[in-house]
């Protein structure tokens, strides 16, 4: 398996809270991605890396932040957290040269 | 990146082939197809990708038309563990910050 891990795997976090979800990669992979996945929506990309402090939006990316600032880490912030952002988070790597993607386990965040 | 279209939800026998389809009509010529499946609650998981020619690998082959404006995904022998969602999705392969987005996938389930 790639070397990709989140953490935590489960969260349950108070509306308001701030929340940071962590992405870490032994791959030395050039690219990271975090999505969300809701029922009825498939996976949605939140933000995503293409290296070293160099981030984008994705589709769904009001509400969140994100940084990199070493190649095996993203971060993953939730400044306020709301309601409608409990959801599975995933993470995902690729390399420079388009190789497949690969996927973390996910983390499970409920907001109360 | 193209958008892709797949039906919503499929199923199939066990022992049977199952034949998902794609469509990513607007596709350009230095875009690849790739699936990708997700069995329930954990990573998707790379399968295959192509860019003209037909492709085979141990778990799957992969028929793209000749215009590239669709694709079949065939699982020749499909079994319970098939069940998943399956996404297809379409890359510029050189674009060095690429979004990899996903829509909602097929939904396939393979019946005893």
């Known amino acids: 398996d790639a070397g990709i891990t989140q953490s935590p795997r489960h969260k349950v976090t108070e509306t308001g809270t701030p929340v940071t979800l962590r992405c870490h990669q032994t791959e030395n992979h050039r690219y990271m991605y975090w999505y969300r996945q809701d029922p009825g929506h498939g996976l949605r990309l939140i933000h995503y890396?293409?290296?070293?402090?160099?981030?984008d939006k994705g589709e769904v990316s009001d509400g969140y932040s994100v940084s990199r600032s070493k190649t095996e880490d993203f971060l993953l912030t939730l400044e306020s957290a709301t309601s409608s952002q409990t959801s599975v988070y995933f993470c995902?790597?690729?390399?420079?040269?388009?190789?497949?993607?690969?996927f973390g386990q996910g983390t499970r965040l409920t907001v109360v | 990146d193209a958008k892709t279209t797949q039906p919503t939800s499929m199923d199939c026998a066990e022992g049977r082939a199952a034949n998902l389809p794609c469509n990513h009509s607007t596709i350009s010529g230095n875009e690849y197809v790739y699936w990708y499946r997700q069995i329930h609650s954990q990573g998707p998981q790379y399968i295959i990708h192509g860019l003209k020619n037909n492709e085979t690998n141990e778990m799957a082959s992969l028929i793209i038309t000749e215009d590239r404006k669709s694709s079949t995904l065939i699982l020749p022998h499909a079994t319970l563990r098939d069940t998943a969602v399956y996404y297809c999705?379409?890359?510029?392969?050189?674009?060095?910050?690429?979004?990899?987005?996903f829509g909602k996938g097929i939904t396939l389930s393979v019946r005893p």
């Open positions: 995902a790597i690729r390399g420079q040269d388009y190789t497949e993607a690969f």
């Open positions: 890396s293409y290296g070293v402090k160099d981030t």
């Open positions: 999705i379409v890359i510029n392969r050189g674009g060095a910050n690429s979004k990899l987005t």
